[in-house]
C-alpha cells in the first residue's frame, strides 16, 4: 500500500507537546527547588570535607579610568603621527591615510589596553552593535603587517607599531625618571 503526499505530510508534521495544568506545573517547580537545595547541601558536605577544590576568587577588573587614560594617549599619538582630526578620524571616509589610521589605533588600543572591541567602538564613536569593523580592522592590520600602510608612505604597519613601542617605552621610562626625581 502506498502513501499518498498529504499521508507523508502528515506524519511528518510535529506533534504539539501536551498542555500541563498550573498544579502540574507548580509541583514540578517544587520537585525543582528541593532537588536543587540537596544538590547544594552535597556540595557543601563535599567541600567541608576538601573533597572539591575551592573556586580561587576573580581577580578584580581592571580600573576603567587606566584604561581611558592609556586609550587617549594611543588616540591622540596616533592622531599626531597620521595628521589627522578627531573628526575625520571618527567619520566615514574612506580614504587609504585614514583607513591606515584607524586600523593602526584599533591594533594599537587591542594590544596595549585591555579594551573590548566594543569599548573601542563605543570610545570612537561607532556603534557598540557594529563593533565587528573593530574586529576586522584589527585583523586586517594584522595581516599587512609586512605592507605598506597607504599609497603616501612606504612605513609598514609592522614598523609603525614597533616606533609606536619605542616612543611609549621611551615616555614611560622618562616619566618614571620624572618621578623619581621628585
Not at 53 to 72: G, H, M, Q, T, W
Request: hydrophobic share 35%; net charge positive; aromatic share 6%.
Amino acid at each position: 500500500m502506498s502513501r499518498t503526499t498529504k499521508q507523508i505530510m502528515a506524519a511528518w508534521k510535529p506533534k504539539p507537546p501536551p498542555r500541563e495544568t498550573v498544579e502540574e506545573l507548580k509541583a514540578t517547580a517544587a520537585r525543582n527547588i528541593v532537588r536543587l537545595k540537596q544538590m547544594e547541601a552535597v556540595v557543601q558536605q563535599a567541600r567541608a570535607r576538601n573533597l572539591l577544590p575551592v573556586a580561587p576568587p576573580e581577580p578584580p577588573p581592571p580600573p576603567k579610568d587606566a584604561n581611558n587614560l592609556r586609550f587617549e594617549a594611543i588616540y591622540k599619538a596616533v592622531r599626531d603621527d597620521f595628521q589627522i582630526d578627531r573628526e575625520t578620524l571618527e567619520g566615514k571616509g574612506r580614504h587609504p591615510k585614514i583607513t591606515a589610521a584607524r586600523r593602526a589605533l584599533v591594533w594599537l588600543v587591542r594590544k596595549h589596553t585591555l579594551l573590548s572591541y566594543q569599548e573601542i567602538a563605543k570610545s570612537v564613536g561607532r556603534n557598540v552593535q557594529g563593533h565587528s569593523t573593530m574586529v576586522e580592522q584589527f585583523y586586517a592590520a594584522e595581516a599587512l603587517k609586512d605592507q605598506p600602510m597607504h599609497p603616501q608612505t612606504s612605513e609598514t604597519f609592522g614598523e609603525y607599531f614597533g616606533r609606536f613601542r619605542a616612543r611609549m617605552e621611551q615616555d614611560a621610562a622618562i616619566k618614571e625618571a620624572t618621578n623619581g626625581n621628585r
